[in-house]
């Protein structure tokens, strides 16, 4: 599955989310089901992604790797480019600021945050 598809996906599980939020608050165990059922390609091809979106957990990282991917499906990077990329980018964020070699960490963008930025209303 591209990235596109997968972006497509998890977009169409927060519809989900959003249908059946009642349930969240009145019965997590038939909302969950509900978001399952509904979203079963996700939940089957990219489980931990599924999880991650369940609990609120994707934020701007989620994106930033989408895009990395996108880049190698255009052949604008080799597949070895981005997992550097992104060792990096994980390196800087956990590991730096421990041994001392860079600023603490900043939190990424939620994931809600990341998408008001596109709705002007």
């Known amino acids: ?24 608050k009145t019965n997590k165990a038939i909302f969950r089901q509900k978001v399952v059922e509904e979203n079963q390609l996700l939940y089957d091809s990219y489980p931990a992604i599924f999880e991650m979106h ?10 930033e790797m989408l895009k990395l991917k996108r880049q ?8 070895d480019q ?4 992104v060792g990096q980018q994980l390196f800087d964020h956990y590991v730096g600021p421990v041994v001392g070699n860079g600023p603490p960490p900043t939190n990424p963008m939620s994931y809600e945050d990341f998408y008001k930025q596109f709705n002007n209303n």
């Open 54 to 63: 369940f609990e609120g957990k994707l934020d701007s990282r989620f994106f």
């Open 1 to 24: 599955m591209n990235s596109i598809q997968i972006q497509a996906l998890v977009r169409q599980m927060d519809e989900s989310i959003r249908r059946h939020k009642g349930l969240k």
């Open 82 to 85: 981005a997992d550097r990329l």
């Open 72 to 79: 190698v499906e255009l052949g604008n990077m080799t597949q």
